[in-house]
């Protein structure tokens, strides 16, 4: 299935998972250590109360001071502010609902990030055009089946995460989250490292 397909069929554990594993791997933008969203997968976890969520979230945007999103014209970093919207928008409340809208929101403005990022690629295909193509590629999205031609390679790699945390979860339910996380944990390596270089070159 697409990844747009997945999303409309996963159930509410699935898509909170979805949106937390794409905002996870955009931690290193947001300035956060590997650990700072770890209370919020434990909380989606069999035992996990989902009444906490809300109290968990704000603490995390707490400890990354993203209390509110800034505008446009305030910061240089289009990546990052994408981040940070993603942790705003964030639902106060676990419901399959409020989790699809996020999960949606969270795997475009991922996929975004990842093409802004991606040093193989120049700014051509940058700005207002740019959620729509992704969104065409999320529709039609067969990553999974090595069918990502015309991707950038971290768009391509960022895909598959996606792909792969929804159909883990949609295969085992929480048992799936142990592998979620150690997908989206390869993805925030690997960003971290963009990032890093990136910051190298500007420097």
């Given at each position: 299935m697409s990844l747009v397909e997945l999303i409309a069929q996963a159930d509410e554990r699935g898509l909170a998972a979805s949106g937390l594993a794409c905002l996870d791997r955009c931690v290193p933008l947001l300035g956060g250590d590997d650990e700072?969203?770890?209370?919020?997968?434990?909380?989606?976890?069999?035992?996990?109360?989902?009444?906490?969520?809300?109290?968990?979230?704000?603490?995390?945007?707490?400890?990354?001071?993203?209390?509110?999103?800034?505008?446009?014209?305030?910061?240089?970093?289009?990546a990052a502010l994408?981040?940070?919207?993603?942790?705003?928008?964030?639902?106060a409340v676990r419901s399959a609902a409020e989790a699809r809208i996020w999960a949606d929101a969270c795997s475009v403005a991922s996929l975004q990030i990842h093409r802004l990022l991606d040093?193989?690629?120049?700014?051509?295909?940058?700005?207002?055009?740019?959620?729509?193509?992704?969104?065409?590629?999320?529709?039609g999205g067969t990553a999974a089946e090595g069918r990502t031609e015309g991707m950038s390679p971290l768009v391509a790699a960022e895909l598959r995460r996606q792909i792969s945390v929804l159909e883990l979860l949609a295969g085992h339910g929480a048992g799936g989250l142990r592998r979620a996380l150690e997908v989206s944990t390869e993805g925030r390596r690997v960003l971290r490292a963009v990032v890093s270089r990136r910051a190298r070159g500007r420097g």
């Open positions: 700072v969203l770890r209370p919020l997968w434990a909380n989606l976890a069999a035992g996990g109360d989902p009444a906490g969520w809300g109290e968990l979230l704000e603490q995390v945007r707490g400890k990354l001071g993203v209390a509110e999103v800034v505008d446009d014209e305030d910061i240089e970093d289009e994408l981040a940070r919207r993603m942790l705003a928008a964030a639902p040093p193989a690629q120049d700014d051509a295909s940058s700005g207002d055009a740019l959620p729509q193509a992704l969104n065409s590629v999320r529709a």
